[in-house]
DNA sequence: TAGATTGTTAATCGATTAACAATC
DNA sequence: TAGATTGTTAATCGATTAACAATC
C-alpha cells in the first residue's frame, strides 16, 4: 500500500510538521500545497508528491486538512509516542541536551553517565557514573542513547551501549559509529555544519 | 578552471577532511580513493569525482598525498583563516557552544548576548547585553554569528544582526531566516535529526 | 456548474556509479 | 616494464519539476 520513501523526504519531513504545527497553532483549517511550498520555499509540486507518497491526505480542489495532515506526520514520525533517551557524556553538549524543552513531550532525558559524575546536578536527571550502564538499561526501557562523548571515546561508548541493548543511537561525537545491522544511527555534527558555512564564506571571498 | 561544486560534494568535505586529518595524525602520507571510500562508507568513484571537482589533487598510479590532500580542503573550506564569532542567546545551547573547543583553532567565540546576562560566566568570552549589539559590531569585527535564541527571538534578531553587518550566520533556532541575498545562512536543527531518527525507529514497529 | 487543487504520470534535471584510457 | 591508480567520460540511478486528468 504505502509507497517507498525517499531519504530525500523523509529529511524534509520535520520541516512540513514545522510549518503545519504553525499554521494549527495560527487556526488554520485548511493549507494547499502552494500555501506550504511558499512558507517552505519549495515547489509545490514536491509537497503534493511527498505527501502522496505516504498515501495523500489532501482532497481534490479543496487542499489538505492542517489538523489531520498534523496528526498523520506525527503519526509517521512516532512524535505521538514516549521516547526515553540517556545521555552518554556530560560535557558542554551533554548537559544543554538534558536541559534542553524543545523536544517535545514525547522526547525526555532519564538519565545522564560519564566518567565523572561529582559536582553535575541535572535537576530531575538522574546523573549516574558510565559503570552502571548496563545495569541501568536492564532495569529501565532506553529508547535513545545519545553520545555526547569526545570522539576518542565514542566508538566504546557505542559499543557499550549496544551491548546494554539499546537499538536506537543519536550521535553527536565526530566519527562514524559501527553497529550491527539492527541498530539505528543518526548523526548530527555540528563541525560538519560549521564548516559547511566556512565553505561559502570562503568561496565568496576567493 | 575550477568546475562547478555541488551541494551534495559540499556536504561531505567536512567528512573528508576528518578522514584525512585522521590519516595525517596517524603519519600516513598516502592514501588512495579506495582506501577513503572505505573508511567513508561511500564508493571509490566518488571520492575521486568529488577530488576531481576541484581539481584532482592525485598522482596516477601512486594515490593521494595525505599532507596535500588535507592542506587543499583546509583552503577549500577556509579553516585556515580565522573566524570571531558571537553567539546571541545564552541558553543551554549557547552556553554549551561558546564553552566548546572542538571546532579547531580557527573558530573563536569571541562574546556572547542575551536580554539577561545576569549571573552568566563564561571565562575569558564577554556576555553582553543584546542592546550593545550593533555598537560591538561596529567595534569588532565579527564573522559568524550564532543565533542559540528560542524561535520566538530568532527572526528579530537575525534583523539585527544583519543590520549590524554581519554577514554570515549559523542558525540553531528551529525556523527559516528572510535574510539579504548577500548574507549566508547555514542552519542546523537538532530537532530535525532527532525527528528523523524517530522516523526510522517508528518504521521499524509500524 | 465552474474554479480550484489534488494525485500521479511523464519529462527533466542532477548525482552516483561504472568503465577505461592516461600515466605515474 | 608491469601494476596501480587517477582523471574523466558515459551510463545509470534517483530526485525534482511540469503537466494534466480526476474530482471535490
Not at 43 to 52: L, P
Not at 144 to 158: D, E, F, Q, Y
Not at 169 to 185: C, K, M, Q, R
Request: hydrophobic share 40%; net charge neutral; glycine share 10%.
Amino acid at each position: 500500500m504505502e509507497k517507498t520513501v525517499s531519504p530525500a523526504i523523509i529529511k524534509r519531513l520535520p520541516r512540513y510538521y514545522r510549518v503545519v504545527t504553525h499554521l494549527f497553532n495560527e487556526g488554520q483549517t485548511k493549507v494547499s500545497s502552494k500555501a506550504i511550498a511558499e512558507l517552505m520555499d519549495v515547489t509545490a509540486s514536491q509537497v503534493r508528491q511527498d505527501f502522496c507518497s505516504f498515501g495523500g491526505y489532501g482532497q481534490q480542489g479543496y487542499g489538505y486538512d492542517v489538523k489531520k495532515l498534523k496528526s498523520e506526520l506525527e503519526n509517521i514520525m512516532g512524535l505521538n509516542k514516549m521516547h526515553n533517551m540517556i545521555i552518554i557524556g556530560a560535557g558542554n553538549i551533554g548537559r544543554a541536551l538534558a536541559g534542553y524543552k524543545g523536544f517535545g513531550d514525547g522526547f525526555k532525558v532519564r538519565a545522564v553517565f560519564d566518567v565523572v559524575t561529582d559536582g553535575i546536578e541535572l535537576g530531575e536527571i538522574e546523573v549516574l557514573n558510565i559503570s552502571r550502564l548496563k545495569e541501568y538499561c536492564a532495569e529501565n526501557k532506553v529508547d535513545i542513547a545519545v553520545i555526547s562523548t569526545p570522539r576518542s571515546a565514542a566508538a566504546k561508548v557505542a559499543a557499550d551501549v549496544v551491548d546494554a541493548g539499546v537499538k536506537n543511537i543519536w550521535n553527536f561525537a565526530p566519527t562514524e559509529l559501527d553497529v550491527p545491522g539492527d541498530v539505528i544511527v543518526e548523526n548530527i555534527s555540528m563541525s560538519e555544519s560549521l564548516y559547511v558555512l566556512s565553505y561559502y564564506m570562503n568561496r565568496q571571498e576567493g
